[in-house]
């Protein structure tokens, strides 16, 4: 008799346990081959514990994500590759038991560090996820590299932790991990050895793609909030998922009512490129904001006056007073803005190449990308990135056609 209750407890208990099938197709429209493809599937509303994707019965390396902090899956994702116009099917089954598969992460990587007194001169190593301050409190020096870093194999970014939350780039000579070891400042030997560096100054300058305020005549720094938040929300193994967060913000448009700004920095393996979704909590569609890239020394510019926009140039990394140590560095910085939110074109100021933007249903929408002439799998001259620029917004206007039923 209690052999049978527990074989009645046991069926019971799997009975209770939910699985969902869903099959998607997804279909590459253009005619090029694609790599890394990003496949999203929004999972809200859903109580996913675990998952598998298949594709042709052989299981894909996925991610599932939390980017509310509410302790449920908001998203799944896996990379695929496509041929010219091919379609794959792939088999996702989504399950309220169970755990998700922990896959190795070595295409990506993220890392937020507390500088430590005790550690100066050596590698840091009081690793947090975030932090969240008051509007008169300036972490910029009390954070390695000044804020939250993370990487594909390709490039690595950084967003400074202050009024500017600029995005600043590090270059590298090859393909590889490397911001674990450096830490964004690499040694003399480091160097030697062919590691990358930090390769664009940027000082209050719109860097590469960092969204400002304004005012109608020129870009504001977003100085004026009631508390800042900068953390990591996911550190892979396929992504990066970095959130940035200013509460009541003042965003300089005369006479409008301060906002919530969330903003997502998205960075996938395999990717050069870093997407950008800014949400605002509150009503914002007539608001006007500005980002774009930094107008580098003796650089030449790139437009299409439909929202992409780039340069090519070459600047010391550093400040003319750091510059002992250092070369000049020669880089492509480009931004691609969605249709919906791109307003204009400015000329261009001794500081950057400014594009107006503005929210379309509270969402403003937008690709980042670089490239550095040190690397030796990319790009050398201006011609050759400007060219990439343009295949770039092609692929980013004709997405693989994802359907889920």
Known sequence: MKKNLITLALIACCANVNAETLTVTCKNPMNISRTDVPVVIDVRGKDVHSAKVELNGTEQIYQADDLNGDGKVDELCFLADFGKKETKTFTVTLSDDGEFTTFPSNRVYAEMLLNNPKEKGKRQTSYISGLTVDDDVNPYNLLQHHGPAFETELVAYRIYFDNRQTVDIYGKYRKGMEIKQTQFYPTKDELASGFGDDCLWVGSTLGVGSLRGWDGSKPQLL???????????????????????????DTYNAGKPRVDLHILYILYAGHRDLEVKARFLQPTDDYTFCTGVINVKNSTEYTDKKGLRGCWGTDWPVSEKDSAGHKRETVGLAVCIAKDNFKQDLPSDKDNYPVLVSPKQGMINYHIAFCSDNENFGFHTDKDWYKWMQSWKKELDNPVVVKVE
Request: positive net charge; hydrophobic residues 35%.
């Open 223 to 249: 100085d004026k909030v009631s508390h800042r938040t900068e953390r990591i929300l996911s550190r892979g193994p396929l992504r990066t998922v970095v959130e940035v967060v200013d509460n009541n913000w």
